[in-house]
């Protein structure tokens, strides 16, 4: 007979933290919200840590080249989305890989003997106002000299001139050797007071430029998530059905980790894909696997020694209904508090401590903060970020509300049949496991992490923890009554206006 758990299935808002002691030392501006990605204790493995404790999900409405960009620049990580062909998905990763590094490889580029109308064409379709000149026009011909919008007036100079009468020549030019140091460039924009400055190789080709803009940028965004060579960092979701052409494709590109993107992860076939991405590439590359809901599944993923972090919930998505038609799934909180038991567990019989990410389901800022106190070390989320500007979908207004489409990986719409079929020969959905739906627009990336994280600090001030470890380690947690669910919000009071940052902190909800 089947067996029959006694704890029933719970979600978040089940749950309230108690406070503890706030310290006078503590400061909410000093408070840590860096979170692991990679395994930890293992030996002789580099590890790999986000500013932020949160991820985007593996989705289509969600994880572009935008908000991937946006995202990493405010300390977390996106996962571009693998239900699309492994080019735009390389693609993707390779224009966030490419989106600012202190040394750019320059995107527009002329020949001198070019006319003042051409630079105009290529200054409108690149967005850059200052182009470099080299004698074949490529990134890496020899430098000639560096035109601007100053260098000419669109109405009043001939636009059929050539560039070499109007653009700074070379020998006017301050400029960088190959080799100079990021910090050395940027001195020398500060020094001679230039907005970008040509990195030159011995031979007097080009080979890179250096901006100003970029300095300033980096400095208004401390957290950003860097890698070796200051290229934001970016995931990428796998499956296990083309692994062994995507991956291997995704790192080349400069993907610095992948996710497996699967409903149900506890199975064999992830297991398969994890041994063969590790048997390649080696122990360094991150690996996310999942999605589990239970202490067995945490142990046949954890046990194999090869999964970085692992990825709790099944069918508790905003958009998803897997638990309606399979009737497969578990109450997001149950789930996690089981899995992050069993977690600790594994860290003090093996010293290997494994991050979880709680993914899906979080229906506010509130959610997100237990899921950390319960033992997530990052969360995961879909519609927290299909409701940014920065997600890839198009606003729509509706009754004069803006909103954006947001639809599941499970849906018609969307195809990812890979996430759904493990062991299935069928290469197409046979039924939907998710919506199609919309979302409100509540603003940039920036905006709502702003008023995220502020009360995620905010609680972590009520419970005296310094960072998300303590955190942890400090929540003492109690299950609600129904009245005590009536008696948190408002009672007993008329309400004449709704304060718009409530609503936008409560994402619609
Ligand atoms: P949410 O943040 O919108 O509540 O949930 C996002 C998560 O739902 C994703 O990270 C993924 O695990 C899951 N998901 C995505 N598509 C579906 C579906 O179509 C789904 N059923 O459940």
Redesign the pocket.
Known sequence: MAKILEDISRTFAEYLLIPRLTRRDQHIDAIDLSAPLSREGVQGQEKLSMNIPIVS???QAVSGTDLAVALARQGGLSMIFCSQSIESQVDMVKKVKAHKAGFVTSGANIKPDASLRSVLELMNASGHSTIPVTTDGSPHGNFVGLITDQDFWEFEDNLDNLVQAHMTAKADVIYGEEGITLREANQLLHRHKKDCLPILSLEGRLSALVFKKDYVDHQMHPLEILDDNKRLRVGAAINTHDYQDRVPALIEAGADVLCFDS?DGFTEFQMDGVAWIREQFGPDIVIGGG?VVSAEGFDYLAMSGLVDFIKV?I????????REQKGVGRGQASALLEVAARRDAYFEETGVYVPLCS????ANDTQIVMALAMGADFV?????F?MTEESPTSKISINGQMYKPYW????LR?QNWQRYSEGMSSRKMVFE??VDAFVPLVGTVAEVLETTLHKLKSTMMNLGADNLSSFKEQAVITLVSEQSIVEAGTSNVFKFSRNRDADESDWGN
């Open positions: 999900a593996c989705m409903s999605n919930g069918g508790g998505g905003s958009i998803c209904i897997t993914d899906g389901g979080l995961m989320m879909g519609r927290y299909a599941g990986e499970g849906t969307a496991e998710g």
